[in-house]
């Protein structure tokens, strides 16, 4: 994640909106003012709640951030997957305990100077020299991350986008004979390294194999 170089400036695009929403409020000083349990019902109650307000069209609030956060911190091994409806589709979780973080302010100076934006990667106006860091989904079966999916020619499309960009570009994804092969043939250095598993569809937790693959640096 950027957050850890600290620039003082960056543009952060996704295409999930309700991450992007719970970015925006963290860089206002989130706060939850929701009930936040590790208990079953409660975790259904909140979701049905949430999922009312994305139908509603009131996706951008405080709430819906603070639900958000809420509903991953409890769902089924950390998943973010939602159905063709656009709906938030995890069950409930299987933790002992969860330690929820209820105040955020440390966020809003690490936040200032950052913008956040929702939309198609190819539509983000990037200047000659801007340095890039894109981490698409994981070249996996699991795509339901946003409404509408991450497909292979999605994974296609991104990568040779970057290729057109002058400045230096970091790319990582899960390495997949595939992926492997893509990056190379576009000319990508590569590189690869084992990564810890800390969401998972099955609940297995055995590092990844992962693909880094730089231009221009």
């Known amino acids: 994640m950027t957050l850890g170089l600290q620039p003082e400036r960056a543009l952060l695009n996704d295409a999930n909106p309700h991450l992007i929403n719970f970015?925006?409020?963290l860089k206002k000083g989130l706060r939850l003012t929701i009930q936040a349990e590790n208990n079953q019902a409660l975790f259904y109650q909140q979701r049905e709640r949430f999922n009312d307000l994305v139908?509603?069209?009131?996706?951008?609030?405080?709430?819906?951030?603070?639900?958000f956060y809420f509903l991953n911190r409890t769902g089924y091994n950390g998943l973010c997957r939602f159905n063709s409806r656009g709906e938030f589709?995890?069950?409930?979780?299987?933790?002992?305990?969860?330690?929820?973080?209820?105040?955020?302010?440390?966020y809003r100076d690490a936040l200032a100077g950052w913008d956040f934006t929702v939309g198609d990667f190819a539509e983000i106006p990037l200047k000659r020299?801007?340095?890039?860091?894109?981490d698409p989904p994981?070249?996996?079966?699991?795509?339901?991350?946003?409404?509408?999916g991450f497909s292979w020619a999605d994974q296609t499309r991104a990568a040779e986008w970057l290729t057109l960009h002058n400045g230096p570009v970091v790319l990582v994804n899960q390495s997949t004979p595939r992926i492997d092969a893509l990056y190379r043939k576009l000319g990508y250095a590569v590189a690869y390294l084992h990564a810890p598993r800390r969401i998972s569809c099955n609940g297995d937790r055995t590092p990844a194999k992962e693909i880094l693959a730089t231009r221009n640096l």
């Open 55 to 67: 139908r509603d069209g009131k996706s951008g609030t405080q709430e819906a951030a603070a639900l």
């Open 129 to 134: 020299d801007d340095f890039v860091y894109a």
């Open 138 to 148: 994981y070249d996996v079966e699991f795509t339901a991350y946003s409404q509408g």
């Open 89 to 106: 589709n995890v069950p409930f979780g299987q933790y002992k305990t969860i330690n929820y973080t209820r105040s955020f302010p440390a």
């Open 23 to 25: 970015y925006r409020w």
